[in-house]
C-alpha cells in the first residue's frame, strides 16, 4: 500500500460503528448519576467553577470505569481518580513557569508512551493524566489554589469509584464472559472436527480466559463457585478432542470406529455450550439425558476408549464445577496454581515487572519507544504553537494529539479520521443547542450530564461517537464556565485539526512499522510452537505434575506468540509501504505450517501417559533436540537464513522405532517429520525475507530491523 491507499484504508477503519455495542443501560445510567452528583455537590458548595471542575473529574473517571480489567471493580476508577488529583497539583504548581511546566509536562508523556507496555488500561490512565495537566494549568495557581483544585477533582472522582461498588455491580460478569465464550469456542472446534478431522483450535478466547484466571488472592478466595475449577478440564479436553477425531491418533487397533468418535465430539460439544450457558448466566448446568447418558457410560479398556473415558470424565468435572458451590479453600496451591488458577503477584512483586517491562522498551527499535518520543516532541511543539494563536485554549492542540496517537499507524491515523468527524458533527450540535435555545446554567449543566451519559453509552460502539458526544460536551463545559460559544466552536475546530496535523505528521517523521517486525514476530512464534512440542514430549520422558505445569506454561506461550503474529500481520497489512516483507503466499504457507505442527503436538498432548507411568526413553533425546532446534529456527529465522531440523529428524528416527514406540506415537511421529519438513520449506530465505530492499521505508527503525 502506499500512502494515500494506507490513509483511506485507516480513515474507513477510524469510521466505522460497531452495531448494536452500546454499553449495559444501568451501568450508564449509574455513571450518569455519579458524573450529576459530583458537579452539583461542587456547585452546591462552591460555586459554578468548582461545580465545572467535579464534573470534568467526575467524567474522566466515569470513562475509566468502563475500561475491562480483571482486577476489582474499584481498582482503574480509584488509580485514576489519586493520580488526576497529583497531577493537578503538580500541575498548578508548576503552571507559572513556562519552562518549568513543559519540562513536566514532557516527563508526564514520555512516561505515557512507554506506559501502554503495561497494557491497555495503564496508557489509558496515564493519557487521561497528561490530558488533566494540560488542561488544569490555565487556572491560577498559588498553592493554595492548587491543592483546593486538586482536592475538588479528586472528590469529583471518587464519587465514581464509590458508585461502583453499587448495585447493579457485577463484579465477576465480565470474568464469566470470557469464560464462557472460550467453552462455546471449544464446543464449535469440537463441531468442526467432527466435519474435519485436521481442523486447527483457535486460542484467541483461551488466552482471554487464563488471564480472568489470574486473580489476588483476595479474588481466589472470593471468586463465584461457578467459576471455579472450570478452564482446567476444557483446557484438559481441547487435545482429547483432536486425539478423537484424526486417525493418526485413532487407527483400526484402537478399537474406536471414525463413527463413534463422532458421536462424542457431538457428546462434548453439547456438554460444553451447556457449561458455557450455564457459566454466563449463573445457572445451573441442564443436560439433556441423551447426553447425561452418554457421560456416565462406561468404556473398555483399549487406547481409543481410554481417551473416551477421560473426556467423560473431564467434562463430568467440569459440570460438577460449573454447578458448584465447592470450598474454595484447598483450591490454590503453593505454587499458585490449582485446575489452571494463577495467583497475581504482590504489589510490591508487580511493581518490580513493571519496571523490568518499562526497561525492556528503552531500544532503538520498540514501538512504545518511538511512540513515547513522538508524543513528548508533539506536546511541547503543540502546547508553544497553540498558545502562540490567537484562539486561546492552546492546550487543545497538544490534547488532541496525545489522545490520537497510538503505537501502531492504522490506530493513529484511524483516530485522527475519527477525530475530525466526531468533533465536527458534536461542536456543530453543541454550537445549535446554544444559538437556539440559549439554555441558563442549570439546563447547560444538565445536557452536559446527558452528553457525558452518551459518552459512557458509547464506549464500545466505537470511537466516532465517543468523540461526538466527548466534543458536545467540552463546548457545553466552556459555555457554562463563561465563554461564548461563537468563539469556541473555531477555536474547536483550529486546534483539533492542528493536533491532528501534528499527530499524522511524528508518525510520518518517526514511524513503528510493523512490517519491519514480522520477520522477528514470525521466529517468535515458531520459537513458542516448538517449545510447545517440546514441552509435550518432555511429558512423555517425566510423567509427572510439573511437567503437565510445564506444558500448560507452553501452551499459553505458544498462543501468546500466535496472537502476537496474527495482530502484527493484520497492522502490517494497512501499512503504507511498498512491500510488506513477507508475501501473502509465504504469509499463508507458514502459518498453515506452524498450525500443523501445533495439531500434531495436540495429538500428542491427547495420548499423553498419566503422572507416574513408565517413562518413554526414545522422548528425552526428542525433547531435547525440539527445544534447541526451536532457537535455532528462531535464530535463523531473524537471521534471513533457513531453518533446519536435522537434530529432530534424527531425534524422531529413534522415536519411530517399533520395538519402543506405540503406533499411534509412531504415526503422530511421521506426521510431525513432514510438518517440520513443510515449515522448513515455508521458511526459506527466498520466502521469508522478500523483498528486503523494499519492504518499507528507508528509516532508522527499518535499517535496524533488517540488520538484526
Given at each position: ?15 466505522h460503528?460497531q ?25 452546591w458548595?462552591?460555586?459554578l ?31 485514576t ?17 513556562l ?48 491543592l483546593?483544585q ?27 464472559t ?28 483461551f ?40 486417525s ?10 471414525p ?12 456438554a ?23 457421560l ?35 483450591r490454590v ?48 511543539i ?15 492542540a ?21 477525530r ?11 454550537s ?31 470511537y ?32 483539533t ?6 499527530a ?31 514441552a ?36 502490517a ?9 513477507l ?41 531435547g ?7 535455532d ?11 533446519t ?6 531425534a ?23 510438518a ?29 530491523s533488517?540488520?538484526?
Open positions: 500500500m502506499h500512502w494515500i491507499s494506507g490513509l483511506k484504508a485507516a480513515a474507513r477503519a477510524g469510521l460503528l452495531r448494536n455495542r452500546l454499553c449495559p443501560p444501568l451501568l450508564v445510567l449509574r455513571a450518569t448519576a455519579g458524573l450529576a452528583f459530583a458537579g452539583l455537590v461542587g456547585y458548595l462552591f460555586g467553577a468548582a461545580g465545572v471542575l467535579a464534573l470534568f473529574g467526575g467524567f474522566m473517571t466515569g470513562i475509566m470505569a468502563f475500561q475491562r480489567s480483571w482486577r476489582p471493580d474499584p481498582v482503574i476508577p480509584l488509580v481518580a489519586l493520580t488526576m488529583g497529583a497531577t493537578t497539583f503538580v500541575g498548578y504548581l508548576t503552571g507559572d513557569c519552562p518549568l511546566f513543559l519540562a513536566v509536562a514532557a516527563v508526564w508523556t514520555f512516561l505515557t508512551g512507554l506506559s501502554w507496555a503495561l497494557g491497555p488500561n495503564s496508557g489509558n490512565i496515564a493519557v487521561s493524566n497528561v490530558v488533566v495537566l494540560l488542561i488544569t494549568v490555565t487556572l491560577p495557581n498559588t498553592f493554595g489554589y492548587a483546593s486538586a482536592a475538588l477533582i479528586t472528590a469529583g472522582s471518587l464519587v465514581q469509584v464509590a458508585l461502583v461498588l453499587l448495585p447493579p455491580a457485577k463484579r465477576w460478569q465480565w470474568h464469566r470470557v469464560l464462557a465464550d472460550a467453552l462455546s469456542a471449544e464446543a464449535d472446534y469440537a463441531r468442526r472436527l467432527g466435519a474435519n478431522p485436521s481442523a486447527h483450535f483457535t486460542p484467541a478466547l488466552v482471554k480466559a487464563c488471564e480472568a484466571d489470574t486473580l489476588s488472592p483476595w479474588q481466589a478466595r472470593h471468586q463465584p463457585a461457578g467459576l471455579r475449577d472450570v478452564r482446567g478440564p476444557a483446557e484438559e479436553i481441547r487435545p482429547i478432542l483432536a486425539s478423537l477425531a484424526d493418526a491418533a485413532n487407527g483400526p487397533e484402537n478399537d474406536l470406529p463413527e463413534r468418535a463422532r458421536e462424542m465430539l457431538d457428546v462434548a460439544a453439547t460444553l455450550d451447556a457449561v458455557s450457558h450455564a457459566v454466563r448466566h449463573a445457572s445451573p448446568v441442564s443436560l439433556s439425558p441423551e447426553v447425561a447418558a452418554a456416565t457410560q462406561p468404556s473398555p479398556a483399549s487406547a481409543g476408549r481410554v481417551a473416551c473415558t477421560r473426556l467423560r470424565t473431564l467434562l463430568h468435572d467440569m459440570v460438577e464445577a460449573a454447578d458448584g458451590p465447592h470450598p474454595a479453600g484447598n496451591a503453593s505454587d499458585g496454581r490449582s485446575a489452571g488458577l494463577l495467583l497475581r503477584p504482590s504489589v510490591t512483586d508487580q511493581f518490580k515487572q513493571a519496571l523490568r517491562v518499562l526497561r525492556g522498551e528503552v531500544h532503538r527499535d520498540s514501538p512504545l519507544l518511538r511512540l513515547a518520543v513522538r508524543s513528548t516532541v508533539v506536546i511541547v503543540g502546547y508553544l504553537i497553540g498558545y502562540s494563536l490567537p484562539y486561546g485554549h492552546g492546550y487543545w497538544p490534547m488532541v494529539a496525545v489522545l490520537i496517537m497510538r503505537p501502531d499507524f492504522s490506530q493513529t491515523y484511524g483516530r485522527v479520521a475519527s475530525f468527524a466526531g468533533n465536527l458533527f458534536g461542536v456543530i450540535t453543541a445549535l443547542i446554544l444559538s437556539l435555545a440559549h439554555p441558563g446554567e442549570f439546563t447547560t449543566g444538565f445536557l452536559m450530564v446527558v452528553c457525558g451519559g452518551f459518552v459512557f453509552l458509547f464506549m464500545e460502539t466505537g466516532l461517537a465517543v468523540q461526538a458526544a466527548g466534543s458536545a460536551f467540552c463546548i457545553l463545559g466552556l459555555v457554562l464556565a463563561g465563554e461564548s460559544w461563537q468563539h469556541a466552536m473555531p477555536a474547536r475546530f483550529a486546534l485539526l492542528l493536533g491532528g496535523l501534528l499524522m505528521a511524528s508518525y510520518a517523521l518517526y514511524p513503528a512499522w510493523e512490517t519491519s517486525r514480522l520477520r522477528a514476530r514470525l521466529a517468535d512464534w515458531i520459537e513458542a510452537a516448538l517449545d510447545y512440542a517440546a509435550v514430549v518432555h511429558q512423555y520422558a517425566e510423567p509427572s505434575e510439573r511437567s503437565a505445569r510445564r506444558t500448560l506454561d507452553a501452551v499459553t506461550a505458544a498462543r501468546t506468540a500466535r496472537l502476537a503474529w496474527e495482530q502484527a500481520v493484520t497492522r497489512t494497512d501499512e503504507p509501504v511498498r512491500h510488506h516483507g508475501a501473502p503466499a509465504t504469509i499463508t504457507a507458514v502459518e498453515q505450517a506452524i498450525a500443523e505442527v501445533v495439531r500434531i503436538t495436540m495429538l500428542l498432548e491427547g495420548n499423553l501417559p498419566a503422572a507416574g507411568s513408565v517413562p518413554t526413553p526414545t522422548a528425552v533425546p526428542l525433547a533436540a525440539l527445544h534447541q532446534c526451536a532457537h529456527a528462531a535464530d535463523a529465522i531473524r537471521n534471513d537464513r533457513a531453518p531440523w536435522e537434530p529432530v529428524q534424527n524422531l528416527t529413534a522415536w519411530n522405532n517399533p520395538d519402543l514406540a506405540t503406533p499411534t506415537t509412531q504415526r503422530v511421529g511421521r506426521l510431525l517429520t513432514r517440520l519438513d513443510n515449515l522448513a520449506a515455508a521458511g526459506t530465505p527466498s520466502s521469508v525475507a522478500g523483498s528486503s530492499a523494499s519492504c518499507c521505508p528507508k528509516d532508522g527503525n527499518a535499517r535496524a533488517r540488520s538484526s
